[in-house]
């Protein structure tokens, strides 16, 4: 395989691990929000369509910052698997607060929202390590 075909197999199976991380964390997110809100839409369309809507939202917030996080672990060469699921749980409530809410870190600003977040990133962060072929395992 020569090394141009080898980066583009590397990129593709990195982008279907994300895509599986990003379908992981919205599908958690969903979970929450619903039952938090203590609501089951009606319909299954209902469902595909506000899991669609989320999924799209939560692509576009967390595709530069995932690649960063993933670069830095591995030229940190960091034990891969736990420290994914931590940069996704650490990613998701400061994308809330950087985007939604503007750059308030103060502690009584956190809610149980960032909680919701910051588990569905960890789910993101984890099927990302998952996906990809849980590159650094021990075996």
């Not at 691990?17 to 929450?32: D, I, S």
């Not at 938090?36 to 530069?64: E, R």
């Amino acid at each position: 395989m020569t090394p141009w075909a080898r980066f583009v197999h590397m990129g593709m199976e990195g982008m279907a691990a994300w895509v599986m991380a990003v379908a992981a964390a919205t599908l958690v997110l969903l979970v929450g929000l619903f039952t938090l809100a203590g609501i089951m839409p009606d319909s299954p369309g209902a469902i595909a369509g506000f899991f669609f809507a989320v999924l799209v939202y939560t692509a576009v917030l967390s595709a530069i910052p995932a690649t960063l996080a993933v670069w830095t672990l591995r030229l940190t060469n960091a034990p891969r698997g736990w420290t994914d699921a931590l940069a996704g749980a650490l990613m998701g409530p400061f994308l809330s607060h950087a985007i939604l809410g503007g750059f308030d870190f103060s502690p009584e600003s956190f809610k149980l929202a960032d909680i919701m977040l910051a588990v569905a990133g960890a789910a993101g962060g984890f099927a990302y390590w998952y996906f990809a072929g849980r590159p650094g395992r021990r075996t």
